[in-house]
């Protein structure tokens, strides 16, 4: 073996890029998929990730728990393909040409002509795929970039297009209206997941309107209401342009108030009076009535966002009007309110039949607000869900929506048409008060959800859809899940089931361009459709040959109609890019145009990994179409991890730079430190971690350099043994080798074995078996978390007792075949080692088998000397070996790993009474007494060669061993007798 360096002059880093030139030189990856070929399937599925920004800890997270998995199921004898995969579409990568382009509305894409702006988007779909390359190779990550899978190729959009028909057919496909999360700066709707992205506290105006009532006849209360104003608080002024309704509480019990100042007769929900301005007067110390303005700049209508009523001052009554509260009339429940009839608020949709009535619906609570919600179908979920059940708007066209893809107000908004609908509130808030309909204009500071990539405000629209019928399917869905393997478990039990439990359907369509084109034909009356499957059909129905089906290559297609209606044309809509994702099993094969015996052979995938945030987004969309073409899950076995944070517990942000560069970092401690602090960590079970460059380095201290250690000592022992001795060292094949070297033992030797010196082979052993068992078995459950603390367990064993108490042994005191039966079993111990721990750490792995390799190749030369038989191959790489197997427990390995932990616990507690008693260790005892209720315990100590040694006792003192007395407190102790030197004894 070739001789190290010194730990300390040792460097991780500068070793990995050695043993990355050396990869490259042996093509190992491709080598080692070329070695596994023929061995059962591996099926894992990469998720895509966008190559429009470069990777951050998430991604190198995601990508080393797949590394792991991939290398240890290979070396245990399966072939595994691992393919790299890029979502090339969607809104972030036209958001990046937006910005480039300085396009700020769909009008401007097409004048430039959608042609010039999807190829300006292919541009840069990978614009850093090269730099993605890199990190990830520098990783250790072996996955295939040259035969990688695009969701822009046109076999993958292909496959999309045949899942999509394959849908429609099944009659799971439907056009309908859905309130979305819009964004107004991307000019599109968002997933419901993608709008939770990105939340920010921030301060809106909060308004208290007045709808007076003009006609109570269709009402319970009947001419009760009359004069009365319903009192209705939002905090979006811009939605009351498009007011269709009133709703209530059904339940709810709501009070008529006269406000003697102004004269005005109110009704709000009863426990919500105090938030009217004046109508329950604020007592200040003292039990005098507060004025209004004690309130401040939060005014009433920010109060009525959060403020309970107070309980002090109960509702109001005409005993309270002098002092200032408003007098109660009456009282109704919200049923008996509904069918009033009131005046719009503005008159761009009066004529709009059946509107501007009380509606009623058990959503509305009476913790905030007013108890009254003013409805706008267009533009909130429980609005347009209440508008279509209480019959004030319908399904189909006809919804009042006078706000753009730019969310600018459309020309039916006369007085605010062109403004951005969140600039108009100020002026609509005018507008109200000169109508002497506002009631309180106050502000109020919440948590309102923002664009995750143009980081600009939300707000929710109704957009014409494709939907999946997933509500339709859930039933499926969730026995599906059940059939799947997650870690942590409680993200599929919990998490995961309730969001599939509550899944409604899903909004597949989006009304941009760079994306894989809906395939859906219609007539201009929308009532004939046709839907197509593949670039054939669709060929034979346009005449030409079709290399792209983007939307600039096939919008331009008309198919004639069936019916006498004229030619159908497609619609204009894209995929949500998560379709895209979704249908990856299928996308990336070409399925079922190529690769059917393969894919349907190997499906489920055997593996996943990605982040918690993908319980919504990937992991979602894999289960919704797998159950509904093949009434499957689409995988068996998950791991998910949770998020990187920075130090602080913020999110990562490259503006704040409150997080060090991964490259940096990775130069700084090699690799494979981070990888084993990134999964011996909370985030490896789903939950956070903050992310702490020092936790790297505690890596490379507690667990890099104590292992290296111990593999510098063999090497330096094996040469100065080979100097020694005139021999080359050979380790034999097997870590029986160690057992025939102390065959021929002296008789001395045989002594001192039993007293306790050769014990520590056959327990390092049983100790690396233990070991190899435990991994094997914990990686057959994807519990990766668990493997690193058994590591650094086993390293601090190795190199605390084994190296440490065996250091004369291993020099050669004992003569020379215990020396080479130490040295034998260290050797077999870190090969071993090297091959469980592969995976995990690939480069310091592959550095140390590369020396011991070399011992490997010389037991191998000498047994083919003379022998007609062909020796075992020496791999050239790590990666390239089997995984140990688990080897049956021999007779007597739990009792000697007992014993050794025993001397252990002797050892260590001997040191603990020297350094409380300030005796140093090479002070020399007289005697040592060691108390213990176990008479086991004792034997296990008496006389040990080993124990007497590293308690200062060799030549000088003795061991003695105390039972505990019956009836004694049960506490074992350790007694030092010492000596001033070695002459006094």
């Given at each position: ?18 043993i ?43 990508g ?16 595994v ?94 056009r ?47 001419s ?14 811009w ?74 001052n ?73 508008g ?91 026995a ?20 599939l ?31 197509i ?72 995938a ?11 987004g ?5 289960m ?39 490259t ?24 956070t ?65 039993s ?71 260290l ?69 000697i ?10 050892i ?5 009474i ?43 003192g ?10 004694r ?17």
């Open positions: 073996m070739e001789d190290v360096i010194e730990g300390k002059d040792y460097s991780f880093p500068g070793e990995e890029e050695k990355l030139a050396l990869w490259d030189k042996l093509d190992a990856f491709k080598e080692q998929l070329r070695r596994s070929d023929g061995k059962p399937e591996y099926i894992f599925y990469d998720g895509p990730p966008f190559a429009t920004g470069l990777p951050h800890y998430g991604h190198l997270l995601a080393t728990l797949k590394d792991i998995v991939t290398r240890y199921t290979c070396a245990t004898g399966h072939h393909t691992r393919r790299f995969g890029w979502d090339c579409h969607g809104l972030p990568v036209e958001y990046e040409i937006d910005k480039k382009l300085d396009i700020k509305t769909r009008d401007d894409v097409l004048a430039m002509g959608i042609d010039k702006y999807n190829e300006e988007c292919r541009s840069i779909v990978m614009r850093y795929s090269k730099e993605w390359e890199v990190t990830v190779k520098r990783l250790g990550r072996w996955i295939d970039f040259d035969n990688d899978y695009k969701t822009l190729d046109p076999e993958y959009m292909e496959s999309v297009w045949w899942v999509f028909k394959q849908l429609f057919e099944r009659g799971l496909v439907y309908g209206f859905k309130v979305m999360p819009f964004s107004t700066a991307c000019s599109t709707s968002l997933s419901n997941f993608e709008a939770g992205l990105n939340y920010k506290d921030v301060d809106d105006p909060a308004i208290m309107v007045s709808f007076p009532i003009v006609d109570a006849s269709a009402s319970a209360a009947g009760a209401l009359d004069g009365s104003h319903l009192v209705a608080w939002t905090t979006t002024p939605t009351l342009p498009s007011n269709l309704a009133l709703c209530v509480h059904p339940e709810l019990t709501y009070v008529q108030v006269r406000d003697p100042a102004k004269a005005k007769v109110y009704i709000v929900a009863d426990a919500r009076l105090p938030a009217l301005p004046g109508a329950v007067p604020k007592q200040k110390k003292g039990g005098k009535a507060a004025d209004k303005n004690s309130r401040g700049k939060k005014g009433a209508a920010a109060v009525a966002a959060d403020d309970p009523a107070p309980a002090a109960g509702p109001a009554t005409a005993d309270n009007t002098a002092a200032g509260g408003f007098e109660v009339l009456a009282k109704f429940q919200g049923a008996q309110l509904v069918g009033a009839r009131y005046t719009p608020l503005f008159p761009y949709f009066a004529s709009h039949p059946n509107a501007f009535r009380v509606v009623s619906d058990t959503y509305v609570t009476d913790d905030s607000g007013t108890g009254v919600v003013h409805q706008a179908p267009a533009f909130g979920e429980d609005d347009y869900r209440v279509l059940g209480a019959g004030v708007i319908s399904k189909g066209e006809g919804l009042p929506c006078p706000v753009d893809l730019n969310g600018r107000f459309t020309q039916e908004v006369t007085d605010f048409a062109g403004r951005y609908v969140k600039d108009a509130d100020r002026d609509i808030i005018a507008a109200i008060k000169a109508a002497d309909r506002l009631v309180d204009h106050a502000s109020l500071n919440h948590s309102y959800p923002f664009c995750w990539r143009s980081d600009t405000p939300l707000i929710y629209r109704a957009v014409p859809s494709w939907f999946v019928k997933v509500e339709a399917i859930k039933e499926r869905l969730l599906n899940n059940e059939l799947t393997y997650w870690v942590p478990t409680y993200v599929k039990e919990k998490r995961f089931h309730n969001w439990e509550g899944a409604h359907d899903w909004a597949i369509s989006r009304s941009r361009f760079w994306g894989t084109p809906i395939p859906i034909w219609v007539s201009d009356d929308a009532e004939e459709v046709h839907v499957g593949s670039i054939d059909e669709l060929e034979q129905v346009a005449g030409r040959k079709i290399n792209d089906l983007h939307r600039h290559f096939i919008d331009d297609i008309t198919i004639p109609s069936n019916q006498g209606k004229g030619v159908l044309r497609r619609v204009d809509d894209v995929f949500d890019c998560w379709f895209e994702s979704g249908s990856m099993p299928y996308g990336q094969l070409h399925y079922p145009f190529e690769n059917k015996a393969l894919f349907e052979a190997n499906f489920p055997d593996f996943v990994a990605e982040g918690l945030d993908q319980t919504r990937w992991f979602y969309t894999l919704v179409l797998s159950s509904a073409l093949f009434d499957k899950p689409a995988f068996k076995n998950l791991v998910c991890n949770g998020l990187v944070l920075a130090a602080d517990g913020k999110k990562m942000s490259k503006r704040l730079k409150n997080y060090p560069d991964p940096e970092v990775i130069n700084k401690y090699g690799a494979d430190a981070l990888r084993l602090y990134l999964i011996n960590s909370p985030v490896v079970r789903a939950e971690l903050r992310f702490k460059e020092e936790g790297v380095f505690s890596v490379v201290k507690d667990v890099f350099l104590p292992w290296y250690n111990a593999y510098r000592f063999l090497v330096q022992y094996v040469r100065h043994w080979e100097v020694k001795t005139g021999e080359t060292f050979n380790p034999g094949l097997s870590a029986e080798a160690a057992e025939i070297a102390l065959g021929g033992s002296s008789n001395q030797l045989k002594q001192d074995q007293a306790g010196v050769a014990v520590l082979d056959r327990w390092i052993s049983a100790a690396v078996r233990s070991l190899t068992a435990f991994v094997r078995s914990e990686m057959e459950g994807y519990r990766l978390y668990t493997v690193v603390p058994r590591l650094v367990s086993f390293i601090d064993q190795l190199t605390n007792i084994y190296v440490r108490y065996n250091r004369r042994r291993l020099r050669g005191g004992k003569g020379h075949g215990d020396c080479l039966a130490a040295l034998t079993t050797f077999h111990v870190l090969l071993t080692v090297t091959k469980v721990m592969a995976p995990f750490t690939p480069f310091i792995c592959e550095a140390m088998y590369q020396n011991l390799r070399n011992a490997l190749l010389v037991a191998t030369q000498q047994q083919q000397h003379g022998s007609t038989t062909t020796a075992a191959e020496v791999p050239e790489s790590v990666h390239w070996c089997e995984m140990p197997e688990v080897q049956q427990e021999r007779e007597g390995d739990a009792r790993q007992a014993s050794v932990g025993r001397m252990q616990a002797v260590e507690a001997g040191r603990a020297r350094e409380k008693n300030n005796k140093p260790l090479k002070q020399p005892l007289r005697k040592v007494t060691v108390v213990h209720p176990d008479p086991d315990f004792l034997a296990d100590i008496t006389g040990k060669f080993v124990v007497c040694c590293q308690l200062g006792l060799v030549g000088v003795h061991l003695a061993t105390v039972p505990l007395e019956q009836g407190v049960s506490i074992s102790h350790i007694e030092l007798h010492t000596v001033s030197s070695v002459s006094q004894v």
